[in-house]
């Protein structure tokens, strides 16, 4: 009899509810037979999108797919680009109005130009609650107390979902919101016996600061924290692993995705993939050829199982790579590189002198390895913008005193010394504190940007 994972378990499950066949519950899948899987729900993804998307009826008009080449049959069907998304939202939809239960709309970062409106029903809001369910199991308990630190205003907001998978194996879920008040709520963990936190990278870090270096901050019993909805820097998963004393997963995502994109089991690095709702791509960004595992490219995603908008071979603007071999967890589900960063967009934004962009993983890297500082935001120029101005805005911990904030200042003056993508020289950049430990930008924003990004806004229908 073989033990599976909770990620394998998770998968024969998607398996059977697909009418796939799937092994008994003890017994080992095979890639082969996953393979096979995935082959028959990208050719049902294709003629759904095919037959109900106005803009895969005209995309696919004239593409044979092979079900039985699969998966190399893929580099048959046309890349669905951002650009495409965003111009004609409504063109992708492949069901009715009525069957949607929830539209999120994510605003254009940068630009003033229309933001992309992703679909879901009420099915595919339930197959996002079943990964988060058994993605989770690795991470926390049956009876133990997990806090939530992302939207969960509106019914079906990501917080919600989470909220709801947690509570199916009889986990406490308290869905918070974004983190507003670093020390209240450290204080909140300790007296509610919270044993793991979920919430964006920076807003986990800025807790690990308060509890490793705020005089008298409380110190939470954790055992897991999972890092979501943005890169992860390894010096903020490092500071957050000494700071909250507990095991950093990572996770990758995107509203595109489903939210849920692929998670760590713990046992290796690595996230392993949400192989029963999508099939993952690696491309050269230049030629749109997939390279072997262990290379570098775009990450492109096909979804298998989505009702209302399907995406076939989306180009999500990300760099990673796919591990080769196996994790000791023994998952047949393969894993994504943890070090997923965002692609160059344009060299023009953001550039050094010498062309090349901002490096905004190795700005956080060398920033959140500081001691004492909790939270940054950096404004770099727009496009074409004159001069090429650089602001870095900190909050360092709480109650650390003025000489330590100076002290934090003068450390990260010092360690954009190592930045070669800066546009100016590191001298001119302004370095400010904000005079608090609470995050320096409102909700979930990105750390690093041209101008400030509008927040993720959810409807439901």
Known sequence: MVTRSWLDRWLAEALVQNNASAPPPDSAISRLALLQYQGRQCRRTVDNARKNSPFYRTALRHVRFAEHEFPQSLTALPLTSA??????????????????????????????????????????????????RRGMRNLVQPGETALVLLPG????????????????????????????????????????????????????????AHARYGEDSPKPRLRSALLCWDAVPPALAHAVEQGLHCRAFHHWGMVETGLGGAVECGRAPGMHLREADLYVEILCPGTGRLVPDGEWGEIVVTTLTRRAMPLIRYRTGDRGRILPGTCPCGSILRRLDP???????????????????????????ILYAVPGLADFAVQAPSPHQQPANVTIQVSTVAHAGSSAEDAVLQQVRQAIQQLSSLPCDPADVCITATGHGAPVLPGLQKRVLNMPTPPLQETSS
């Open 339 to 365: 070090a997923v960063r965002r692609l160059p967009q344009d060299t023009t934004h953001n550039s050094n002198q010498n062309g090349s962009p901002l490096d905004a993983a190795a700005l956080g890297d």
């Open 83 to 132: 650009h495409d998304l965003r111009e004609h939202p409504h063109a992708f939809l492949a069901a009715s109005q009525d069957e949607v239960a929830r539209v999120v709309s994510i605003p254009s970062s940068g630009t003033s130009g229309p933001g992309k409106r992703i679909f879901f029903t009420p099915n595919d809001l339930e197959r996002i609650r079943h990964f988060f």
């Open 153 to 208: 205003e509106r019914p079906d907001s990501v917080g919600r979902l989470l909220g709801d998978a947690l509570s199916s194996f009889d986990v406490r879920a308290l869905v918070c919101g974004p983190l507003e008040s670093p020390l209240g709520t450290l204080h909140r963990m300790t007296r509610e016996n919270v044993r793991c936190v979920v919430g964006s990278p920076a807003h986990v870090h800025i807790l690990a």
